[in-house]
């Protein structure tokens, strides 16, 4: 059985990077570095990447797409391309989180619990549990690095954690848990490769027989901007 050809694409981060896989071959991708513009140059950038590999965006099988968190912008810009080129390609589009690319595509089927960090503005983090290859719960938000975040996550007995700040966790990881405290790995998102990590979750996603939803931004704090409270919107 031939593998799926996979698209992937993801602005959740100061870039916007794509890419074009199968199996576990990278036909094509592209990044470049950019703090806003994404939603200028993604569409060039897609259409870019399949002419690398001389393919029609017909052929595909699937749209994979990052869903963040991260840039609030970016990642709507994303969502909204993946649900419109899926619609219009009939093919299935399929969200991918950061807290996935960062567990990385093999890691999905990993039996230990896994609480992954990423950062987030201002010197928190935000943190999700992960258990069996797959969410346990939400996605939180630790707004600084003195909040007791176990609270959160009361169930991480043996609990490995990984991204952000891993082996700070681990060093307050309360002793009533494990005495000699969780292993932890300290890593970020490796930007350049984001898209076709994406493609390759996907994938594992579209194989799992389970039923998958429309991609939708996953925000876990609200946006920083809000409306004037001198002058309200108008109501039309």
Not at 202 to 229: E, F
């Amino acid at each position: 059985m031939t593998a799926q050809l996979i698209l992937a694409f993801d602005t959740s981060g100061p870039w916007c990077s794509t890419a074009l896989v199968q199996g576990d071959r990278v036909l094509a991708s592209r990044f470049e570095e950019m703090n806003k513009g994404q939603g200028e140059r993604l569409m060039t950038l897609v259409q870019a990447t399949m002419d690398d590999d001389g393919l029609p965006l017909e052929v595909l099988d699937a749209i994979a797409v990052g869903i963040g968190p991260g840039n609030f912008t970016g990642i709507r810009i994303a969502v909204a391309a993946a649900r419109g080129l899926a619609l219009a390609l009939g093919v299935p589009a399929i969200g991918v989180s950061n807290f996935e690319v960062l567990r990385g595509p093999a890691s999905r089927q990993a039996l230990a619990r896994q609480l992954v960090s990423l950062p987030a503005r201002r010197g928190g983090l935000f943190l999700q549990a992960f258990e069996n290859g797959h969410e346990s719960g939400p996605a939180q938000m630790m707004e600084t690095l003195q909040t007791p975040f176990w609270d959160m996550f009361p169930d991480l007995d043996e609990t490995e954690i990984l991204g952000h700040e891993a082996d700070y966790l681990a060093l307050i990881h309360p002793p009533s848990y494990e005495p000699s405290g969780p292993s932890a790995h300290e890593c970020a998102l490796p930007a350049r490769l984001t898209a076709s990590i994406i493609a390759q979750i996907a994938a594992d996603k579209l194989t799992d027989g389970t039923r998958q939803p429309r991609p939708a931004p996953l925000y876990i704090k609200p946006a920083d901007a809000a409306p004037s409270r001198e002058n309200g919107p108008v109501i039309l």
